[in-house]
């Protein structure tokens, strides 16, 4: 009989199932209690072999680094999933959220229907003084768990949050947002905006890199 599986443990810490808020704060003391130094803001754009010795050469956006081995650690998100929309290059537009208390007293759109979308909405909403709109595409979030859709539904029901289902951002203006909702388009006040649409595989960057990647495709 097969044994279930221990929960994943770091250092004395057991991990079942934890908020973002509570995984990021655990890793930036880990940061601080190993003195590991990692370089913010810093994107890989070329990884080649070292010329004339063994190893690799590493070039950035910032800086060229020489190194015997090269541990790639980028997940499968990639780079965020952008709405192509006019105004998206404004600084209030984010894709991920950081810190729900930094939105306080702010009208926020939170555009997506994934596990992420949801959660940043929720968090933001509980935050004072918060106004915050959910938009979606769909007309359900079927790919969201179930715990954060009941969330939803519980401060939606609370008056707490704002749900546009079959919603699309057209356009995106410093103090507002210009939004097509059911064939009808409007004008929504706001401050700020998370996107959670997804992201783009980072298959280009692996193949300039010389990894083959192959896509397989399960029996029905």
């Known amino acids: ?8 443990i770091i250092g004395k810490t057991r991990f079942k199932e ?4 509570d995984l990021i704060d655990f890793w930036k003391n880990a940061e601080k209690k190993s003195g590991i130094k990692i370089n913010y803001s810093e994107r890989v754009d070329a990884i080649e072999p070292a010329a004339g010795k063994d190893g690799y050469t590493v070039t950035t956006n910032r800086a060229t680094y020489d190194t015997r081995a090269v541990l790639l650690a980028i997940g499968r998100r990639g ?9 998206e290059e404004l600084p209030k537009v984010a894709y991920r959220l950081i810190d729900a208390e930094q939105y306080r007293n702010q009208h ?26 959910l938009s979606y595409r769909s007309g359900a979030f079927s790919r969201a768990k179930q715990k954060n ?16 289902f079959n919603s699309n951002v057209k356009e995106i203006r410093p103090d507002s947002v210009i939004i097509e909702l ?9 401050d700020s905006i998370i996107v959670s649409a997804g992201g783009i595989l980072p298959t280009v960057f692996l193949q ?3 990894i083959k990647v192959e896509t397989k495709w399960g029996d029905e």
């Open 1 to 8: 009989m097969t044994q279930p599986a221990e929960l994943p």
């Open 18 to 21: 934890v908020q973002k808020e």
């Open 79 to 87: 780079s965020p999933r952008q709405l192509g929309v006019p105004g």
């Open 108 to 133: 926020v759109l939170v555009v997506g229907g994934g596990d992420s979308a949801l959660e940043a909405a929720t968090s933001i909403a509980a935050e004072p003084g918060t106004t915050v709109t």
């Open 149 to 164: 859709r009941e969330k939803v539904e519980q401060m939606k029901s609370e008056g707490r949050l704002k749900v546009l």
């Open 182 to 190: 059911n064939d009808k388009v409007g004008r929504l006040r706001n």
């Open 208 to 210: 300039k890199i010389g």
